[in-house]
Structure formats: C-alpha cells, structure tokens
C-alpha cells in the first residue's frame, strides 16, 4: 500500500525514517527525511504556537519570555540551531556547547525592517552567553542574529 499524504494524515503513519530523501545534483546522496531534518534545528521546534506568535509580532506577554525554550533548543546535540525572524526575550544567561553555530534570519537592527531580524533581547544586567567550558578553547559563531541590551 502506497503511503501517501492525505490532507494533514499519513496513511498508514510512516515515521520519518521510513521515508527517502534525494537531494539533486551529481553524487548527492540518499538519506533518511529523519535525517535531513536533523541537520538543522530550529528554536521555534521547542515553543508553543503562542510563544513563536509573541516572538515574531514583538509582544511582550506572559509566555514571551523564552530563555527557558531557547536553553532547550542549546542542550540538544544539534550543533546548528537556527533563530527564524522575530525577536527573543531571554531573562538569563544561555548557556552554549562548544563549537555551536547561531544563524539568525538577516535583516537589519532596524525594527522597522518588516519583522526580517533575528534578535535576542537582554532584559537584566547578565550575559547573553556562557560557552561550556571543555578540554580545549571552543568557539561560538553567530550569522546573521543580533543580541541587544534592553533597559
């Protein structure tokens, strides 16, 4: 029996590893959906539909504090965490793995860009990141994501 999509269902409820990826191109190579998927988090995998809406429209609520979500999403074994465009209220100090990649969304500090920025908003006296310490200097690399101090 085919598994197919059928609106918001799989027939049959495959899981993600029984499903092929084929990338494009010239000695690309097959791989599980599963693990394409895992090439790449997103912190928005680790909020609730109220929290990712508070993040992407800047209203502050009661859930728009999101430390605790974005901590999740830096525990995870997953190297590339990705920040889509909204804006990041955190009330602590993350702590950060070595050698972890931060990729925000681009755009500008300008908060009348139209929403395309990745921020991290501080609010306290503390900061934004503490990298794990291990037994060698590790490193924390941030594209395209801006942290601001907010008073």
Same mark, same amino acid.
């Given at each position: 029996m085919?598994?197919?999509l059928t ?7 495959? !899981?993600s590893l029984?499903?092929? =990826?084929? &990338?494009s191109?010239? $000695?690309? /190579?097959?791989?599980?959906?599963? @693990? ?6 997103? /912190? ?17 609520? +009661? /859930?728009s ?10 525990? $995870?074994?997953n ?5 889509? &465009?909204?804006?990041?209220k955190? #009330? @602590? #100090? *993350?702590?950060?793995?070595? !050698? +972890?990649?931060?990729i $925000? %969304?681009?755009?500008?500090q300008?908060?009348? !860009? $139209?929403? *395309? +920025? %990745?921020?991290?908003?501080? =609010?306290?006296d503390?900061?934004a ?5 291990? @037994? =060698?200097?590790?490193w *924390?690399?941030?594209?395209? *994501?801006y942290?601001?101090?907010? @008073?």
């Open positions: 085919s598994k197919a609106g918001s269902k799989f027939l049959n409820n495959p !899981d029984e499903v092929g =990826y084929a &990338p191109g010239t $000695g690309a /190579v097959a791989t599980t959906v599963q @693990s394409k998927l895992r090439e790449r988090v997103s /912190v928005f995998d680790f909020m609730t539909a109220a929290e990712i809406q508070a993040v992407q429209t800047n209203t502050w609520t +009661t /859930v504090d999101v430390t605790a979500k974005l901590q999740a999403a830096l525990n $995870g074994a190297r590339r965490i990705h920040f889509p &465009p909204g804006n990041y955190i #009330t @602590s #100090t *993350l702590t950060i793995n070595q !050698d +972890t990649i931060l $925000g %969304s681009g755009g500008t300008d908060p009348n !860009d $139209g929403g *395309l +920025t %990745s921020r991290i908003d501080v =609010y306290g503390f900061d990141f503490q990298i794990k310490s291990g @037994s =060698y200097f590790g *924390l690399t941030m594209s395209r *994501l942290v601001k101090k907010v @008073s």
